[in-house]
Structure formats: C-alpha cells, structure tokens
C-alpha cells in the first residue's frame, strides 16, 4: 500500500491542529491583537512561521500547539495555508448580521467584522491538477501492488462517480503529506478537499472531519479497484 498509518495519523493531527491555529490567528486580527501584515509575514515564509511558532509556543491553545518534535512540520503546514486554501483581506470592512437571519430591522441587527480569510477561488486550472493528482495516485497504488493499468483504464476509474470521494481523500492525503514539508500544490489542495467534504451538490458535509481511518479505507477501495480492473 501507499500510506504509512503513523505517517497519516501525525498529518491528520496537524491538520486539524493547523486550522484552528488559522482560526486562532484571525481571532486576534480582529481583536486587533495582531496586524494583516503579519499574518501574511509569517503565514507566507516557513522560516517566519516557524520563528513564530516558537517564540509563541508556551501560549498556544491546547488545541492548536503541536507537538515539540513537530514544530517544524507544524510551521511548514502553515506557510502554505495562504498559498492553497485562504486568501488574507487587510480590510474585509463589515457586514449585517441578525441571529439566524430572521430579522435585518435596526433592533434585531447589527454590523459585524467580515473574515479577514477567505477561501481561495478554485479555478478550472486548479481542478485539471486535482484531476491529475487523483491520477497519479490511481498509478502509484497500481504500482504498489504490481499491476499494469493502461491510461483509459486509469480514465475509467477516476471518472466513476463512486470513486470520487476516496479518490479526492488520497489525493488530497498525498498533497498534505507534501505541504507537511512546505510544498504546496496550490488550490488545487481546496478543489481535493471539496470533492469529499463537500456534498455533490456544492455544500460543506456538516461536521466533516478528517480521519486516519477514513483515508485508509478510501486506499483500500482504490486498491481493489485496480485489482479488479487489471483483471479484466
């Protein structure tokens, strides 16, 4: 097989760990506790993300402090949130807020501060590559079990709409595994991402969380799956 179980578990745990950290760092945009230009200081280089990381270790959420010995990984995921999944407004301005949106009257309404982060916009591009991704990974488990799979076959399997969803989840796997070493393929990363924690019809899955062993079983499927076609 592809995956290493302890590899995934470390990269799923950073994973969440590096979101909420995202999440963190943007509490204290808005609380002004920290300057737009230095979430993109150290949210763009690794060598600042990392310096950061460590001058702030102590003070991190139990949530969002990784390990010691992962302190590198850790800043090297980070780095490349800016570059793949959010883009950072310095001034998002406001928005009208109402609770539950029942009611935008002056009493039952107010104005709030827009997300400095906001998703990057998946181009037509960045879905070519996550094609390409899901691809390559398709040939490395075919690889990995000594099969021969010709390119309209790899076609095939790629283009079921049941192997959408474990397709994206090892492909983005593989892509958080590099980001874990400060490569990025860009919003590439957020088009994997959407084609199994979103739902077919354009929406995030409600309480979708990443997991080791859903990652593995999708490897599992795509496993016999290529076993099944290079038998045919």
């Not at 760092?25 to 979430?39: F, I, T, V, W, Y």
């Not at 109402?98 to 037509?124: E, M, T």
């Not at 590559?129 to 021969?148: D, T, W």
């Amino acid at each position: 097989m592809v995956f290493n179980r302890i590899d995934i578990e470390r990269a799923v745990v950073l994973q969440a760990k590096g979101y909420s950290f995202l999440r963190w760092l943007e509490k204290g945009l808005q609380s002004a506790r920290l300057a737009p230009n230095e979430l993109h200081a150290f949210g763009s280089l690794e060598q600042s993300a990392r310096a950061w990381v460590e001058q702030h270790y102590a003070s991190l959420p139990s949530d969002v402090q990784p390990a010691r010995e992962d302190v590198e990984a850790f800043s090297h995921l980070f780095s490349t949130y800016l570059r793949s999944t959010f883009d950072l407004d310095p001034n998002p301005g406001k928005r009208l807020y109402s609770p539950d949106a029942h009611c935008f009257c002056p009493i039952c309404s107010w104005l709030v501060q827009r997300s400095y982060l906001r998703p990057k916009k998946v181009q037509p591009a960045d879905k070519r590559r996550a094609l390409r991704m899901m691809k390559h990974f398709v040939l490395r488990v075919a690889e990995a079990q000594k099969q021969s799979l010709p390119d309209d076959e790899v076609d095939t399997i790629v283009g079921d709409p049941d192997m959408r969803e474990p397709l994206g989840l090892c492909a983005y796997a593989v892509d958080l595994l590099e980001r874990l070493e400060g490569r990025t393929s860009g919003a590439a990363s957020l088009a994997l991402w959407r084609s199994f924690a979103w739902t077919a019809t354009g929406s995030p899955k409600q309480g979708f969380v990443l997991a080791t062993n859903d990652i593995l079983d999708a490897e599992q499927r795509i496993a016999d799956r290529c076993a099944r076609s290079s038998r045919e």
